[in-house]
């Protein structure tokens, strides 16, 4: 083996290694602020009944918490993204009642649309 090549092997590359550790627990945890003192406080002011679907027992456990661990406790992915997006918008320092908003509604028209859009029958578009 050249010596370029066991200088090269021998220097560690952090920038390609994954960090292994939780990055929800390296992250500061907010302080409860105005009428949002405990967990369930908080849980209620984003909405979506999230206090229902995770009943963390104290704050740090809360802003400590990561999105496998919400896997864990089985909530869906719309419901863990949006929890996690609302602990960091919380730990940028908005209020929930600026940045919580409820959750898109159901379709109610399954498949492509409706076959009459603005008063014209839809046909395709296919040579019969």
């Known amino acids: 083996m050249s010596l370029r090549l066991a200088a090269r092997l021998s220097l560690p590359c952090p920038s390609l290694v994954r960090s292994v550790a939780n990055r929800a627990a390296q992250r500061p945890v907010p ?13 209620k002011a ?5 206090e ?23 909530l869906s992915v719309q419901d863990r993204r949006y929890i996690l997006w609302s602990m960091e ?3 940028q320092g908005l ?3 600026e940045f919580a908003y ?13 076959a009459v859009q603005n008063g ?6 296919r040579h019969r």
Do not use: V, Y
Request: aromatic share 6%; charged share 40%.
């Open 31 to 43: 302080p409860p602020r105005d009428n949002i003192k405990t967990p369930e406080d908080f849980l």
């Open 46 to 50: 984003i909405g979506r009944s999230a």
């Open 52 to 74: 229902t679907k995770l009943t963390p027992e104290s704050w740090e456990q809360l802003f400590h918490t990561d999105g496998h661990q919400l896997k864990k406790a089985g």
């Open 89 to 91: 918008k919380f730990r």
């Open 95 to 97: 209020d929930p009642s």
């Open 102 to 114: 409820p959750p898109k509604p159901e379709k109610k028209i399954r498949g492509r649309g409706p």
């Open 120 to 125: 014209k029958r839809l046909r395709s578009r």
